[in-house]
């Protein structure tokens, strides 16, 4: 009978359809099948999957991109979902590339207990902070190349133009080329240069504007998710909001500091031969989560007496900068990760703000 027999699934998980595998406890393939991405798409896959026995765990390539909902949806049925890596390209050299032989070897890596990890829940605030901040990053970068094309147009301008923006600081030519009349013969060089400046003034202000709304609308959120981690030394709502993004919405599923040391790519690597013993960067894990780290202990090294005072010790035993700040990140992830919040879902109340 199906229900006498336990199987684990495996899904490839695309835009518009899922493909689905189920193997038995020692391996074997069972069957494979598509399903569409819709509610009904993702009943249909889970009542296939339990008609094949009892589901120990489902394996899922893609958790946090096209298999997200999916992997929420069985979350919610209380099916065990584990997060797996793609194939490397060596294994795909040498097994071939389909969507069923994904499915099969997400579900034979789950199995094997090649692949272990909880994906992120995104069901809470975290994964509000993290939309927001998809659009403020955009944001940033697209003011960082608006200022970036408006110095180069300045660099080229006829000196007519170039001469009278000399000096200005960032805020003083941008409010200035704003408040410009350039005119509207498009022909001249000089009146098109002045078109273009004011028009890449305006949109960085407004880019800058967008930047403003974001941050009051994260700045609170993170405030209410972890007041004890935004109340560390060097921790502003940008780099706590970013390291509650890495960590998800159920950060219990990183089983010691460790795992969020390597996570953040903050867990230092062998790099020892013959006499010589040391360590050096990871080059690793999560590098926004490992940038928001740098900014923090940059932050120390400048306002934080303590911080300074292990500087000052580590130079003094002769360790590089590079080497002293390695190990301030260990440190700050390992100070992060006691102050990690537990999960709030976006059902609780917000403190209302003036």
């Known amino acids: 009978m199906a229900d006498e027999i336990t199987v684990v699934g495996g899904i490839?998980?695309?835009?518009?359809?899922?493909?689905?595998?189920?193997?038995?406890?020692?391996?074997?393939?069972?069957?494979?099948?598509?399903?569409?991405?819709?509610?009904?798409?993702?009943?249909?896959?889970?009542?296939?999957?339990?008609?094949?026995?009892?589901?120990?765990?489902?394996?899922?390539e893609g958790t946090g991109a096209y298999g997200a909902e999916i992997a929420r949806f069985l979350t919610a049925n209380s099916v065990t979902v584990v997060e797996v890596d793609r194939p490397d390209r060596k294994a795909r050299r040498d097994k071939g590339k389909s969507?069923?032989?994904?499915?099969?070897?997400?579900?034979?890596?789950?199995?094997?207990?090649?692949?272990?990890g909880t994906p992120k829940a995104r069901n809470g605030i975290v994964e509000a902070i993290r939309a927001l901040r998809v659009v403020r990053k955009s944001?940033?970068?697209?003011?960082?190349?608006?200022?970036?094309?408006?110095?180069?147009?300045?660099?080229?301008?006829?000196?007519?133009?170039?001469?009278k923006l000399r000096g200005l600081s960032t805020r003083e030519l941008v409010d200035a080329l704003a408040r410009s009349r350039p005119g509207s013969e498009f022909d001249d060089p000089a009146c098109a240069v002045r078109i273009a400046l004011r028009r890449l003034a305006r949109r960085y202000q407004a880019l800058?504007?967008?930047?403003?709304?974001?941050?009051?609308e994260i700045g609170p959120l993170?405030?209410?998710?972890?007041?004890?981690?935004?109340a560390l030394p060097g921790v502003g709502p940008e780099t706590a909001s970013q390291l509650l993004t890495s960590?998800?919405?159920?950060?219990?599923?990183?089983?010691?500091?460790?795992?969020?040391?390597?996570?953040?790519?903050?867990?230092?690597?062998?790099a020892s031969s013959g006499r010589t013993n040391r360590h050096r960067l990871n080059r690793g894990g999560d590098r926004a989560a490992n940038n928001a780290l740098h900014t923090i202990?940059?932050?120390?090294?400048?306002?934080?007496?303590?911080?300074?005072?292990?500087?000052?010790?580590r130079t003094?035993?002769?360790?590089?900068?590079?080497?002293?700040?390695?190990?301030?990140?260990?440190?700050?992830?390992?100070?992060?990760?006691?102050?990690l919040p537990h999960v709030i879902h976006t059902t609780q109340p917000l403190p209302q703000t003036a």
Not at 25 to 49: C, D, K, M, V
């Open 222 to 230: 993170v405030t209410h998710t972890a007041p004890r981690l935004i």
């Open 99 to 116: 969507d069923p032989i994904d499915a099969y070897g997400a579900a034979t890596a789950v199995l094997s207990g090649r692949a272990g």
């Open 316 to 339: 003094a035993q002769g360790m590089t900068k590079k080497d002293v700040i390695r190990c301030l990140k260990r440190f700050v992830a390992r100070e992060i990760f006691r102050h």
């Open 247 to 270: 960590a998800g919405d159920n950060p219990d599923r990183l089983r010691s500091e460790a795992a969020f040391a390597h996570l953040c790519g903050a867990a230092p690597v062998p």
């Open 12 to 60: 490839d998980t695309h835009t518009d359809l899922h493909q689905a595998a189920v193997i038995d406890s020692i391996g074997r393939h069972l069957a494979t099948e598509q399903f569409e991405t819709t509610p009904a798409g993702y009943q249909r896959l889970l009542n296939w999957l339990q008609s094949h026995g009892e589901v120990l765990a489902v394996g899922i």
């Open 297 to 313: 202990v940059l932050v120390r090294m400048k306002y934080d007496r303590r911080t300074q005072e292990y500087v000052a010790r």
């Open 208 to 216: 800058a504007e967008e930047i403003k709304d974001a941050d009051k």
């Open 139 to 163: 944001a940033v970068k697209a003011r960082t190349q608006t200022i970036n094309q408006i110095r180069t147009l300045i660099v080229t301008a006829p000196s007519v133009v170039r001469d």
